[in-house]
């Protein structure tokens, strides 16, 4: 399997993971990590989950246009339904 296949479909799951080591291995005391970390952390999974629901949107969208595109019925055809 490609490993970018897997990450890129995982990134937030691989930051959440990334977050809660780094906060237990700080409540632990055995890291430390400046506060300017966790603000570097969290902006990247927001910006992660932003991305995969922006791709569930588009996706989403495209089911709804093909949905439309097979219903669409013209004037001729109403006509002739009618």
Known sequence: ???????????????AGVIVILGVLQGLDVLVLPESC???????????????VQKVSDAVEDINETRNDNNLVTGSDRAVQG
Do not use: H, P, Q
């Open 1 to 15: 399997m490609n490993i970018i296949k897997v990450i890129s479909g995982n990134r937030t799951y691989i930051i």
């Open 38 to 52: 966790w603000i570097v952390l969290s902006a990247f999974g927001l910006g992660f989950l932003r991305s995969g």
